[in-house]
């Protein structure tokens, strides 16, 4: 059983073994074009290890949590995650581990690159670039041997499962292939399309500085020429703002500053751009399609790194949100470019928008003022909304980013155990928390300072600061689902059973975290030390966003709602405002029908359940009655020891966290704010259980399982 192949012993019959991109790079090497010498680990040793070690039976559980349809983004990322974890964490078998080293071992170039090379992939019929994983300046033998894993893992990465339908992707028949290939360090490397998707006539050009995976990743912005595809001639240049060169490192790869004289030349000179340009066409005759190539100058040597046919037919439909869910995937050096423009520009010029809402005064408005302001609180809050989907939540990938590079190091047994790092004392809702549980204790000091509260006109010395700080801080995000008027009877309410149960503090305190963020760099030295911390503080920061985004796009939401209700309390009918106006106040203030955007349980609601099937989010055990929560509104009646069942928890229903016993939500994932919340405060936790507002009924005994997933009712 052949479990390595050379390029040169690659035949037809291998294609399924090999791969797409094993199979084009053989046909190439084959005839004459250069490419880096490369070995090939069939799919023959995928299909062994997940066979061995019971692999297929976990990953076919993984995948059965939930119907795939109903699938959001963020349970994509956590499978993924998980599964990910179980490759890395499993041990070849002894045998397969033992061909393996005896193949590679000896003719193992110093420095690789690990590719993938899936059957089915960059074929005529489906092109899918980007999907699986690959991986530069790899070296060592073991070090080899654990990214070969990692590549397989790719098979059942977000992305893959995304396009899961068109990869035919089941775990019973799906498998994959490995490319370790000695790493070419260009001088200059880019990509050729053979054909312009947007032209026929013309073929593309793109070239960076240094190595090709800043082009692909998005790292390093290149330089871009359009060709005429019949004769290589010049129609267009375009030069990109040159900043920065992707190098080897020790290992993997560093950002660079460019030499001044790179800073202003063209990465290609006019000889190398007709170079690629016949390396195009050559591509094309020999798979008798225009391709897709990407390729390096080495030495003034070009060479292929890899062909894949150019095609569309599977992307771009109407419709189709795949593409915005796959430009989430962002580099490490694009997340820290978002993260400045986020934290510099975006939430500050949103916060200062809301403060000028706030300011101004509603009541002075004339009704056609007051009606024209609607109107434009309405239109700061789409665009605003729009921001938050195009910039906030591509940030919060440096959580997970970061996630997979702590898995990397440490193999954790739980693979969220870098959440601990992150640290959770710095979001705007655990600061919320922490001030209501400050009142709950002045409170349990005094419990006549409760009527203060529930007035409204605080005085007592104690709790004025807090109080003040409260409002000062909170008060617009302290609204139900249909106002933004501050209930201080609601609030009272809270606070009294806050008061009359024991304190529920933060799970881990800044020491501990600091402590275990001193173990996971201990591991590391000199600048890879460094390149860590990088990475940990970049994680830190997206956590806070995922959590606060929704806090500060919530003072926007809250002053629309605010001049809509001043509208309403002068008695004026909502449906003189335009259409748009009265959809967005019905999108911010109707709750969610149970099981809205779910599909296949239509009727289960009149059933009883009693077990179902979630994701585990936040571990541990509860049980206590359910709480069923439509509104937030409905949360001001929550008692200690309830179990929040709700369709998703939002960083405005969080101040229940400090009474909650467990949490079930129907929304799924690590990175929501339910479960970020939960684990927090150490609360049991289960996410993405279809039609949990229904099949729970308020009262219902709960069993909250955060180990297994798992909610049993009754």
């Known amino acids: ?64 949590r939930k119907d795939f349809k109903d699938l959001r983004w963020e349970e994509m990322w956590d499978a993924s995650l998980r599964l990910r974890h179980l490759f ?40 899918f670039a980007g999907l699986h994983a690959s991986f530069v300046n790899v070296v060592g033998l073991d070090a080899v041997l654990e990214h070969i894993k990692l590549v397989w893992a790719s098979l059942w990465s977000d992305a893959a499962l995304l396009y899961r339908r068109e990869l035919g992707l089941e775990v019973r028949k799906s498998a994959m292939a490995v490319l370790i290939q000695e790493m070419v360090a260009g001088d200059k490397s880019g990509v050729v399309f053979g054909e312009n998707p947007q032209d026929p006539g013309q073929m593309v050009i793109e070239a960076v500085y240094g190595l090709n ?88 040597r070009l060479v292929v ?5 150019i095609t569309t037919a599977a992307r771009g439909r109407e419709g189709d949100q795949r593409p915005w869910y796959l430009s989430l995937r962002r580099s490490f050096g694009n997340l820290k470019a978002l993260r400045r423009k986020v934290e510099e520009e975006l939430l500050p010029a949103m916060d200062r928008e809301a403060g000028r809402l706030a300011a101004l005064d509603l009541t002075a408005l004339s009704d056609a003022g007051l009606q024209e302001e609607i109107v434009l609180r309405s239109t700061s809050y789409r665009r605003w909304h729009k921001v938050y989907w195009d910039d906030f939540i591509p940030l919060a990938h440096g959580i997970r980013l970061f996630g997979m590079v702590y898995n990397d190091a440490v193999k954790p047994e739980d693979p969220y155990e870098f959440l601990n790092l992150l640290g959770a004392a710095g979001l705007l809702s655990v600061r919320r928390n922490r001030l209501l549980l400050d009142m709950a204790a002045r409170v349990r000091e005094r419990p006549e300072v409760l009527e203060e509260i529930r007035t409204g006109r605080v005085t007592d010395p104690g709790l004025q600061p807090v109080w003040q700080a409260f409002l000062r801080e909170f008060g617009d995000l302290a609204c139900g689902t249909s106002t933004c008027t501050l209930d201080p009877e609601a609030l009272a309410n809270l606070i009294r059973e806050m008061a009359a149960t024991p304190s529920r503090g933060e799970r881990l305190t800044e020491t501990e975290v ?39 796009l919530g003072k926007i939401k809250a002053q629309f709602l605010k001049a809509v209700e001043e509208y309403q309390r002068r008695g004026r009918d909502l449906r003189a405002l335009p259409p748009e106006v009265q959809a967005l106040w019905r999108e911010l203030t109707e709750p969610p029908r149970p099981g809205q955007g779910e599909t296949g349980w239509q009727g289960f609601s009149r059933f009883r359940a009693r077990q179902l099937v979630g994701q585990p989010a936040s571990p541990g055990l509860a049980r206590g009655p359910a709480r069923v929560v439509r509104e937030a509104s409905e949360l001001f009646h929550f008692r200690a020891g309830d179990v ?71």
């Not at 790194?305 to 046919?309: T, V, Y």
């Not at 201990?522 to 390149?531: D, M, Q, T």
Request: charged share 25%; hydrophobic share 40%.
């Open 644 to 714: 929040l069942v709700c369709d998703a928890v939002d960083p405005g229903m969080t101040f229940v966290a400090p009474l909650a016993g467990g949490i079930v939500e129907r929304r799924g994932g690590m990175l929501i704010h339910g479960s970020i919340i939960a684990r927090e405060y150490g609360i049991p936790c289960v996410t993405g259980v279809p039609q949990a507002t229904s099949l729970i009924h308020p009262g219902d005994p709960v069993t909250v399982d955060g180990y297994l997933g798992i909610v049993i009712i009754g």
């Open 514 to 552: 600091e402590s275990l963020t001193e173990r996971f760099l201990s591991r590391f030295g000199g600048p890879k030390r460094a390149e860590m911390a990088e990475y940990l503080d970049l994680g830190r920061a997206s956590f806070r966003l995922r959590d606060d985004d929704n806090l500060h």
């Open 305 to 309: 790194l890899q062909s894949r046919p």
């Open 88 to 127: 890395l964490n499993t041990p070849l078998p002894a045998d397969l581990g033992a061909v393996l080293k005896d193949a590679l071992g000896p003719l193992l170039p110093e420095r690789c690159v690990v590719r993938s090379s899936a059957p089915g992939e960059d074929s005529p019929q489906a092109s």
């Open 213 to 300: 995976q800043g082009l692909v990743d998005g790292t390093v912005e290149p330089d871009r020429w359009l060709l005429d595809r019949e004769t290589g001639r010049i129609l267009e240049y375009r030069a990109a703002p040159k900043r920065e060169i992707l190098l080897p490192g020790e290992e993997g790869v560093r950002l660079a500053g460019l030499s001044p004289e790179q800073l202003h030349t063209p990465p290609l000179t006019a000889a190398e751009v007709l170079q690629v340009f016949h390396l195009a066409r050559r591509g094309e005759a020999l798979f008798g399609a225009p391709q897709d190539m990407e390729w390096t100058f080495a030495g003034g």
């Open 1 to 64: 059983m052949s479990y390595v192949l050379s390029l040169e012993d690659i035949r037809p019959r291998h294609r399924r073994l090999v791969g797409g991109k094993g199979f084009s790079l053989a046909v190439m090497a084959q005839n004459g074009l250069n490419v880096p010498t490369t070995l090939a680990v069939t799919t023959r040793a995928y299909e062994r290890f997940v066979a061995a070690t019971g692999l297929k039976g976990r990953i076919q559980l993984e995948l059965r």
